[in-house]
């Protein structure tokens, strides 16, 4: 069994117009968010072994909060370019490509291409991942290599907003 976290980056500010869809940063939404949603994996006792994110700056600054609230080194964060305005298929070439010697991966991405993607992997459909969503998936292989349609069994769906309505 292999194990994938895939999480959509944190809110993001549109306030300064200057910048790009590339370098957009993190709101203070955001940045409240992405430590909870970490908290919340951590205590389902899922913990990365590998970290794989876009290289935009409002992904990666999620995937650098995360690594801090896991103990896990902001350095061996890995940058992939094709998870930046991902398809499907992109996205699924990067987890086919990951060593069989890690059981647990973190990706950080962007909409629409991680939703899409969690529902390549999982045979119940995701509708919608919003901002620092979480879909932790159970994939039914040995190898990444063999990452396909429906190998993944849904653990974890989680979302800001849904944790504000609960408490």
Known sequence: MKYICLIRHAKSSWADPTQTDFERTLNERGEKDAP???RL???KNIFPELMISSPATR?????EIFAEEF?????????DARIY?????ELLEVVQQISDNY?????????PGITNFANLL????????PTCAIVALELNIENWSNAERFCGRLILQEYPKKLRMEN
């Open 59 to 63: 992904a990666f600054s999620t995937a």
């Open 36 to 38: 909870k949603m970490a």
């Open 103 to 111: 059981k647990t991966v973190f990706l950080f991405g962007h909409n």
């Open 122 to 129: 999982s045979y119940k459909p995701i509708v919608d991942m």
């Open 71 to 79: 103990g896990y080194s902001v350095e061996k964060i890995i940058s």
């Open 85 to 89: 305005e991902s398809s499907t298929r």
């Open 41 to 43: 994996v951590y205590s």
